[in-house]
C-alpha cells in the first residue's frame, strides 16, 4: 500500500488522549506554544500521564441487528494507490451499498459481536496502528452511537470511510473508520479512536456534517483521482516545515473543522483559553494560517496515504502522521515577527483528514487526531525489521570480552553522546538498531534532539555474560524532567541494539516524579549493592524468582509471589507500594496485600515478558514487559469489602510498556521500580527476543 510522495525523504514511507484545551492539530500547535502539550493537560486533570495512562496503584484511587444487507461487491484494488488501474472492472457495489458496510459493521460494533459481519477469511484489522483481531480493542467497550455521523466512499475501489462519534461505555469518543470490501465481504478494517471527551461532545453537538461534504459535483467538473490527490498532498506539503512560501491552494472561504472544533476564521477560539498567550493562529483564514509560516513546528508529514477518493464529491481522505521533532525552539513569521515555541519534547499526531476540493481548490477539512507515541507507524505499510530471537547467553561467545567496567563505560559513552545530539560517537554495528518507547527511529530522531542534561540519579545494570547494559537516569530536556530506562546490547565491543522507554514529568503534582527516585529509600539503596559472590544466584533463578510477580497480577494473588517482608515499589519516580500517592485511600497496603484486593484485575495479560538485562553481581533483574488492559473490567469483589467500581481510567482498552527492574536476594524481592509509557492495546516492544 504505498502512500504518494510526500517531499519529505527517499525513504519515508518506510520508516500510536488528548485534554480540553487544544482540541486539534492546527490549534494543538498553539497550546503548545502556549506551554503545555495535551497530554499535559490530560495529565494535571487526572493525574496521568502521556496517552492517559492507568498505573496499577490507582486502581486504589477509585474503590442491533445489522442496520443494512449485504450486498455483493467485486474484487478491487487498494485504494491507497493515487490512481485506479487500468481496466479496472466497474464496481457493484456503489456508495449506499458500501454505506451499508458501515452501518452494519456500526451495528456489530456496539453489540460487542464481530461474528455478525461478513468477513474475508484473511481480514486485516488495525485500531491505533496496532494489527488486532476483530473483537479486540474498542470491540470490547463501545455500547452506542452518537448523533454526528459522515460516510464517505470510493466504489471504484470498495472502500469506505467514517467519521463519527461512538460511546465507550456510555462516554463519547470519536472514531475515525475505514473499511475494503471486497466480493462481499470486508477484507480490510482500519480505525483510530480519539479518548478525548470533550472533543466528541463537540462533534456531536455539531449533529450533522457540513453540507458541502455531502453535495455532489457535477459530472463535467470532476477532478480525477490523481488531480484530487495531488491538490491535497500539497496540503501537507505546505504545512510540513512551513515557511509561508508555498503554494497553498485554498479556496478564499475554506475553513477546517479538527476534532469537533473549527480552528479557522475563529477569533473566539483563544478567547475560550483564557490562561493562553499564544499566537492568535485560529483568526486566520486557511491560507493566510499557511503564509504565516507559523506551522514550521511540524517537521514531518509521514505515511501520507490516500485511502479513499470520491470523485462524485469531490473529496479526498487520507491517514497520515504530523511528527514534532522537539527541536524547533521559535519561528520568524514572515512578517519578521520571531514567536517562540515550548515544546520540548519529540511527540506525534495520528490524522485522518477528509479533504472537499472544488476546481483544484480546498474548500473545507474535516479532521480527526490523536496524540501518539513519537515516531508511531499505521501498520499498513512495509514490515519494519525485526532481528532475530536473541541467542542465549551460552551462545554470546563475542559478549564476553566485554566485562562490567566496559559495558558501563559503552553506557557512558551513549549517556554523552545523546548530550552532544551526535550518534556517531558512539561504535555501532552496521546492523545497529534503535527503538524509543517501542517506536522505531533512526539514530540521531526522538530523544536524541532534544536531550540537554542529566539529573543526579545513575543506576548502571549489567550482564557481561549476555552482553547487555542497563541504565537507569533522569533527563532533562530544556527544563522538562524525565525517566529513562535504556538497554544496550554489546557485540565485540559495539552496540548493536539500543531500547530506550522514557517517561516525561509534564505538569507539575502528577505521578511521574523523576526526582523521586533520588529521595533517599533504604530498599533503593539496596540496588547499588553487591551480593556477596557465594549468595549469587543463576540467571536461571533469578527470572524465576521474578516472574511470579507478574503471575499474581495476572491472578489477583499476592501470595504466590516472593516479597521480602519490607519490599517497596516505585514507579516513574513514585512509591506505589506502600503507596505515597496523596490520593491513595489503600496506600499503606503492603505489595502483596495489594494483588489480594483483586483490583488489579484489570490488567490481563502481562504478555510478552522480556528479561533482558540479568546482573548476578547485584541480584538485578530488568525487563521489559507489556500491560494490556482491554477496559472490559468495571467492577470487582474486594475480599471484605465487596464490589468496588475500576478507575474510569480502566474502561478503555490500552497497553502499558513497562521497563522493571527486580532486586533479589535470597531469593525474595526486595525493591521494584520501574519505568512505563502508554501505547495503543496490543502495542508491542518491537522486540522478538524470547519470553524468558
Known amino acids: 500500500m504505498k502512500p504518494v510522495d510526500d517531499g519529505a525523504r527517499p525513504d519515508k514511507w518506510c520508516g500510536r488522549f488528548v485534554g480540553r484545551a487544544v482540541v486539534a492539530v492546527h490549534s494543538g500547535w498553539v497550546g503548545i506554544v502556549r506551554g503545555q502539550t495535551k497530554a499535559a493537560m490530560r495529565e494535571s486533570a487526572k493525574g496521568g500521564t502521556m496517552l492517559a495512562r492507568l498505573p496499577r496503584f490507582l486502581a486504589f484511587v477509585m474503590l442491533g441487528l445489522a442496520l443494512a444487507g449485504i450486498m455483493a461487491c467485486p474484487s478491487s484494488w487498494g485504494a491507497t494507490q493515487q490512481s485506479q488501474p487500468k481496466g479496472i472492472a466497474a464496481a457493484t457495489c456503489g456508495r449506499e451499498c458500501l454505506n451499508g458496510f458501515v452501518d452494519?459493521?456500526?451495528?456489530?460494533?456496539?453489540?460487542?459481536?464481530?461474528?455478525?459481519?461478513?468477513?474475508?477469511?484473511?481480514?486485516?484489522?488495525?485500531?491505533?496502528?496496532?494489527a488486532l483481531k476483530l473483537g479486540e480493542g474498542f470491540w470490547g467497550t463501545a455500547n452506542g452511537l452518537g448523533t454526528f455521523k459522515l460516510y464517505f466512499a470510493e466504489p471504484e475501489a470498495g472502500q469506505a470511510g467514517f467519521i463519527g462519534v461512538v460511546k465507550e461505555w456510555d462516554n463519547p469518543v470519536i472514531l475515525c473508520l475505514r473499511l475494503k470490501v471486497r466480493d462481499g465481504k470486508i477484507a480490510e478494517v482500519e480505525d483510530f479512536v480519539v479518548r478525548d471527551a470533550n472533543a466528541a461532545k463537540n462533534l456531536d453537538a455539531m449533529g450533522k456534517p457540513n453540507p458541502l461534504l455531502l453535495e455532489t459535483i457535477p459530472a463535467a467538473e470532476r477532478a480525477s483521482r490523481e488531480e484530487l490527490v495531488k491538490t491535497a498532498n500539497m496540503y501537507f506539503s505546505g504545512l510540513q516545515n512551513n515557511d509561508g512560501k508555498g503554494v497553498y491552494p485554498f479556496a478564499d472561504d475554506c475553513n477546517r473543522i479538527e476534532n469537533?472544533?473549527?480552528?479557522?476564521?475563529?477569533?473566539?477560539?483563544?478567547?475560550t483559553q483564557p490562561t493562553s498567550t499564544g499566537y492568535p493562529i485560529s483568526n486566520l483564514g486557511c491560507a493566510a494560517q499557511f503564509k504565516t509560516g507559523f506551522f514550521k513546528i511540524v517537521t514531518r508529514i509521514r505515511e501520507r496515504r490516500f485511502v479513499l477518493v470520491d470523485r462524485e464529491r469531490g473529496l479526498a481522505f487520507a491517514f497520515a502522521f504530523f511528527d514534532h521533532a522537539g527541536t524547533v525552539k521559535s519561528v520568524t513569521l514572515t512578517d519578521g515577527t520571531t514567536f517562540p515555541f515550548t515544546l520540548r519534547h519529540p511527540l506525534t499526531f495520528e490524522i485522518g483528514e477528509l479533504f472537499r476540493i472544488e476546481k483544484g481548490k480546498i474548500r473545507f477539512i474535516q479532521a480527526v487526531l490523536t496524540q501518539v507515541q513519537y515516531g508511531t507507524k499505521s501498520g499498513w505499510g512495509p514490515a519494519s525489521p525485526r532481528p532475530a530471537v536473541s541467542a542465549p547467553p551460552a551462545a554470546s561467545a563475542a559478549a564476553g570480552d566485554c566485562d562490567r567496567a566496559c559495558l558501563n563505560g559503552l553506557v557512558d559513552k551513549y549517556r554523552a553522546a545523546l548530550i552532544e545530539h551526535d550518534p556517531a560517537r558512539l561504535p555501532l554495528t552496521k546492523t545497529a538498531r534503535y527503538t524509543e518507547n517501542a517506536q522505531d527511529l533512526k539514530f540521531g530522531d526522538g530523544l536524541w534532539g532534544t536531550l540537554t542534561g542529566w539529573g543526579s540519579y545513575k543506576l548502571y545494570i549489567a550482564d557481561p555474560e549476555d552482553g547487555q547494559a542497563g541504565f537507569i537516569g533522569i533527563t532533562d530536556e530544556a527544563g522538562m524532567p524525565g525517566l529513562l530506562c535504556v538497554r544496550l546490547r554489546v557485540v565485540n565491543r559495539k552496540i548493536s541494539e539500543i531500547e530506550a522507554i522514557i517517561t516525561r514529568k509534564e505538569t507539575p503534582g502528577g505521578f511521574t516524579r523523576p526526582e523521586g527516585l533520588a529521595e533517599p529509600r533504604p530498599a533503593l539503596a539496596g540496588l547499588f549493592e553487591d551480593i556477596p559472590e557465594s549468595a549469587r544466584a543463576s540467571r536461571k533463578d533469578l527470572i524465576a524468582a521474578t516472574d511470579p510477580y507478574f503471575d499474581g497480577i495476572e491472578q489477583s494473588n499476592g501470595d504466590i509471589v516472593p516479597f521480602a517482608k519490607d519490599v517497596i515499589r516505585v514507579e516513574n519516580g513514585t512509591q506505589t507500594c506502600p503507596s505515597s500517592f496523596t490520593g491513595s485511600k489503600l496506600g499503606l497496603l503492603d505489595c502483596r496485600a495489594q494483588l489480594n484486593t483483586h483490583l488489579f484485575s484489570y490488567i490481563f495479560p502481562i504478555r510478552p515478558r522480556r528479561y533482558t538485562v540479568v546482573d548476578r553481581q547485584r541480584g538485578l533483574v530488568l525487563g521489559v514487559f507489556m500491560f494490556n488492559t482491554p477496559g472490559t473490567v468495571k467492577s470487582v469483589d474486594v475480599p471484605g469489602v465487596g464490589k468496588v467500581d475500576e478507575s474510569p481510567a480502566a474502561l478503555r482498552p490500552f497497553s502499558e510498556e513497562v521497563a522493571e527492574l527486580f532486586k533479589i536476594q535470597d531469593g525474595k524481592i526486595t525493591a521494584i521500580v520501574a519505568v512505563m509509557t502508554g501505547l495503543p492495546f496490543g502495542g508491542t516492544s518491537g522486540w522478538t527476543d524470547s519470553l524468558q
Not at 452494519?104 to 496496532?130: C, I, M, W
Not at 469537533?260 to 478567547?271: D, S
Open 104 to 130: 452494519q459493521y456500526l451495528a456489530a460494533l456496539v453489540a460487542h459481536d464481530a461474528a455478525r459481519l461478513p468477513v474475508a477469511s484473511t481480514v486485516k484489522f488495525t485500531e491505533n496502528g496496532q
Open 260 to 271: 469537533g472544533t473549527q480552528t479557522t476564521n475563529n477569533p473566539g477560539l483563544a478567547k
